[in-house]
T-cell receptor
Framework: DGGITQSPKYLFRKEGQNVTLSCEQN?????MYWYRQDPGQGLRLIYY???????QKGDIAEGYSVSREKKESFPLTVTSAQKNPTAFYLC?????????????FGPGTRLLVL | LAKTTQPISMDSYEGQEVNITCSHN???????ITWYQQFPSQGPRFIIQ???TKVTNEVASLFIPADRKSSTLSLPRVSLSDTAVYYC???????????FGKGTRLSVIA
C-alpha cells in the first residue's frame, strides 16, 4: 500500500528541546517537502528536497533543520531556536522534475509546546 | 510564481452545484492549474489539474478560459462531506515548489 507516513501524530516539546518529526514515503518520489500550517491559515513551506543529499530552504526555514540521506525519508527537526513551534506539520512528496507537479501529502503531525 | 486569488469563504446548501473561481493573471505558458481539498487536521488531497479548456473527473470539473487568467472549480451536487478548504495553485514542472495560499473555506449546510 503506497503512500506517505508521518509520525508521531502528536508531539509535545519542552522548553529548549529539539524534536524530530518523521516522514517516510514508498512512492519512489524524488522530491519531498515540509510545510507548517497554523490555525485558519494556508500552508507555508519550510524546506524542500528535490534529490537525495540536497535540500533548499523554503519561506520559513529559521529554527528548523532537515536531512535527506535516503530517497524515502525526509525528517524535520524543530530546534530550540524556533520560538513558536506549535503548529500542524505536513510532509509531502512529488515525482520530481516533471510537469505537471502533483504533491501527495501525509496525515500530518501536530506539535504542541508544554 | 504566478500568484492566485480566490474567495476566502463560501456557503452552499446540500445538493447544489458549487463553483469556486480562482484568478491567476500572471500565469506563465508552462504553468498548470491544480486544485487541492483539505479537511480539518488532514493533509491536502489532490482533486483535479488542467492546462486549458475543461477537465472532468469523478470528483469535480475544472473550467479554464482561453486566456487562462482564471479557472473555476465546479463541484456538482455538494454534500455535507464536501465541507473543506479548497486551494488553487499554479505552477510548472517541479523546479520550484507550489505555493499554497489561504484557500477557500467551503461550508455546506443541510
Amino acid at each position: 500500500d503506497g503512500g506517505i507516513t508521518q509520525s508521531p501524530k502528536y508531539l509535545f516539546r519542552k522548553e529548549g528541546q529539539n524534536v524530530t518529526l518523521s516522514c517516510e514515503q514508498n512512492l519512489n518520489h524524488d522530491a519531498m517537502y515540509w510545510y507548517r500550517q497554523d490555525p485558519g491559515q494556508g500552508l507555508r513551506l519550510i524546506y524542500y528536497s528535490q534529490i537525495v543529499n540536497d535540500f533548499q530552504k523554503g519561506d520559513i526555514a529559521e529554527g528548523y533543520s532537515v536531512s535527506r540521506e535516503k530517497k524515502e525519508s525526509f525528517p524535520l527537526t524543530v530546534t530550540s531556536a524556533q520560538k513558536n513551534p506549535t503548529a500542524f506539520y505536513l510532509c509531502a512528496s512529488s515525482p520530481g522534475r516533471e510537469a505537471p507537479e502533483t504533491q501527495y501529502f501525509g496525515p500530518g503531525t501536530r506539535l504542541l509546546v508544554l | 510564481l504566478a500568484k492566485t486569488t480566490q474567495p476566502i469563504s463560501m456557503d452552499s446548501y446540500e445538493g447544489q452545484e458549487v463553483n469556486i473561481t480562482c484568478s491567476h493573471n500572471n500565469i506563465a505558458t508552462n504553468d498548470y492549474i491544480t486544485w487541492y481539498q483539505q479537511f480539518p487536521s488532514q493533509g491536502p488531497r489532490f482533486i483535479i489539474q488542467g492546462y486549458k479548456t475543461k477537465v472532468t473527473n469523478e470528483v469535480a470539473s475544472l473550467f479554464i478560459p482561453a486566456d487562462r487568467k482564471s479557472s473555476t472549480l465546479s463541484l456538482p451536487r455538494v454534500s455535507l462531506s464536501d465541507t473543506a478548504v479548497y486551494y488553487c495553485l499554479v505552477g510548472d514542472a517541479g523546479n520550484t515548489p507550489l505555493v499554497f495560499g489561504k484557500g477557500t473555506r467551503l461550508s455546506v449546510i443541510a
